[in-house]
């Protein structure tokens, strides 16, 4: 697992990596972009329909528990080490990203927040990720301490 472009630019500045890896680690990042965009153009139809989804999903999200506390809690799952979903979660707290980008609901690998529910003194957080499979995917349950950075 390649690291994100947090964790890529957190080694560089620490002198772990040599500019040279930092720019071919990097690189790895926007061929997956890429490779996506052109994935997205080859077939508009379920690129339109896995927006639409995301969008939905992440509308319920926001209706339920607010836009900065979602943003916090992918922020934090970010951040998670060996977490897989972290590579496309980088960046959640950029708030001109729109949340339902973070979210992949049918395209591999998926990534879904099943629910958020407060839990001793924090955030229980269950979420699925891996493959589109029905029953397939990868469900993992964190609780998280957000309660005192989110108000």
Same mark, same amino acid.
């Given at each position: 697992?390649?690291?994100?472009?947090?964790?890529?630019?957190?080694?560089?500045?620490?002198?772990?990596?040599? @500019?040279?890896?930092?720019?071919?680690?990097?690189? !790895?990042?926007? +061929?997956? &972009?890429?490779?996506?965009?052109?994935?997205?153009?080859?077939?508009?139809?379920?690129?339109?329909?896995?927006? $639409? !989804?995301? #969008? #939905?999903?992440?509308?319920?999200?926001?209706?339920?528990?607010?836009? @900065?506390?979602? #943003?916090?809690?992918?922020?934090?799952?970010?951040?998670? /080490?060996?977490?897989?979903?972290? +590579?496309? &979660?980088?960046?959640?707290?950029?708030?001109?990203?729109? $949340?339902?980008?973070? $979210?992949?609901?049918? @395209?591999?690998?998926?990534?879904?927040?099943?629910?958020?529910? /407060?839990?001793?003194?924090?955030?229980?957080?269950?979420?699925?990720?891996?493959?589109?499979?029905?029953?397939?995917?990868?469900? +993992?349950?964190? $609780?998280?301490? !957000?309660?005192? +950075?989110?108000?």
């Amino acid at each position: 697992m390649i690291p994100t472009p947090t964790q890529i630019f957190a080694s560089f500045e620490r002198g772990e990596i040599e @500019r040279e890896e930092m720019q071919a680690l990097m690189a !790895l990042h926007a +061929r997956e &972009l890429i490779q996506e965009m052109e994935e997205d153009y080859q077939n508009p139809a379920a690129a339109l329909i896995e927006t $639409l !989804l995301a #969008r #939905r999903a992440a509308g319920k999200l926001i209706r339920r528990h607010g836009a @900065r506390m979602i #943003r916090e809690i992918l922020v934090a799952l970010s951040e998670i /080490p060996d977490f897989p979903p972290a +590579r496309n &979660l980088w960046n959640a707290s950029h708030p001109d990203v729109p $949340l339902h980008c973070f $979210l992949r609901i049918r @395209r591999e690998p998926v990534f879904r927040i099943l629910s958020i529910e /407060p839990k001793n003194g924090g955030i229980q957080v269950v979420t699925e990720h891996g493959s589109a499979a029905k029953g397939k995917a990868t469900q +993992r349950t964190f $609780l998280l301490n !957000l309660l005192n +950075r989110v108000s």
